[in-house]
């Protein structure tokens, strides 16, 4: 199984972007997908996550109400659709599948494959 992430880049705060993550070698009918950012000197934090089988969603409190996680399951991809950035949202954005287990989403232990990273950064 691999993730591939992408869309990161260098943007002004307030300014967009969608990451995406495609999977290839399996699908995702039964699981969760999620994306997982970790910044400089700090630990890897739960950003977002959706249930493949039926597009529940849930949200870290600090990007609640900018970002929007999505999948298509025509392409075996999810996305993760930002808004309003801010510096602190300066990280190497992670996506993860093979949760099993919706009420435990937001533990990184809780992810069997993992993408290589995408970074954003976001100037001030």
């Known amino acids: 199984v691999q993730l591939q992430a992408s869309g990161g880049g260098l943007v002004q705060a307030g300014g967009s972007l969608r990451l995406s993550c495609a999977a290839s070698?399996?699908?995702?009918?039964?699981?969760?997908l999620a994306w997982f950012r970790q910044a400089p000197g700090k630990k890897r934090a739960f950003v977002a996550a959706i249930d493949w089988r039926d597009d529940s969603t849930i949200y870290a409190d600090s990007v609640t109400g900018r970002f929007t996680i999505s999948r298509d399951s025509t392409r075996n991809s999810v996305y993760l659709q930002m808004n309003s950035l801010k510096p602190e949202d300066t990280a190497l954005y992670y996506c993860?599948?093979?949760?099993?287990?919706?009420?435990?989403?937001?533990?990184?232990?809780?992810?069997?494959?993992w993408g290589q990273g995408t970074l954003v950064t976001v100037s001030s």
């Open positions: 993860a599948a093979g949760s099993k287990q919706w009420r435990m989403v937001r533990f990184s232990s809780n992810y069997n494959y």
């Open positions: 070698g399996r699908t995702f009918s039964g699981d969760a």
